[in-house]
């Protein structure tokens, strides 16, 4: 089993900045891609960051210029840098990696809820 667990979230002016971090436990082999996500009220879940273990990173449209994604693979460790926060940012992230076990697996972390005030 392995566990992703999220921080960082929290309650933010528009213009202020968050820094969101996840961190992978458990048993595995190695991680691939990781990645976040969000879910504002009402929305699907949407794409908003991923990175591999070599360090290609994909942005949507909406977080390009803004939010930054990295990783420190000897920590099993995402983060999301997001800047210039908006209030249509509000949402819950989510931490999702692909893991390396007996196959590949997806894992998701709990959730970490952002508010933006405008």
């Known amino acids: 089993q392995v566990q992703l667990v999220e921080s960082g979230g929290g309650l933010v002016q528009a213009g202020g900045s968050l820094r969101l971090s996840c961190t992978a436990s458990?048993?595995?082999?190695?991680?691939?891609?990781m990645g976040w996500y969000r879910q504002a009220p009402g929305k699907q879940r949407e794409l908003v960051a991923t990175?591999?273990?070599?360090?290609?990173?994909d942005y949507a449209d909406s977080v390009k210029g803004r939010y930054t994604i990295s990783r420190d693979n000897a920590k099993n460790t995402v983060y999301l840098q997001m800047n210039n926060l908006k209030p249509e940012d509000t949402a819950v992230f989510y931490c999702?990696?692909?893991?390396?076990?007996?196959?590949?697996?997806?894992?998701w972390g709990q959730g970490t809820q952002v508010a933006v005030s405008s």
């Open positions: 458990g048993s595995f082999f190695s991680i691939n891609r």
């Open positions: 999702n990696a692909l893991v390396s076990q007996n196959g590949w697996l997806v894992y």
């Open positions: 990175i591999t273990s070599g360090g290609s990173t």
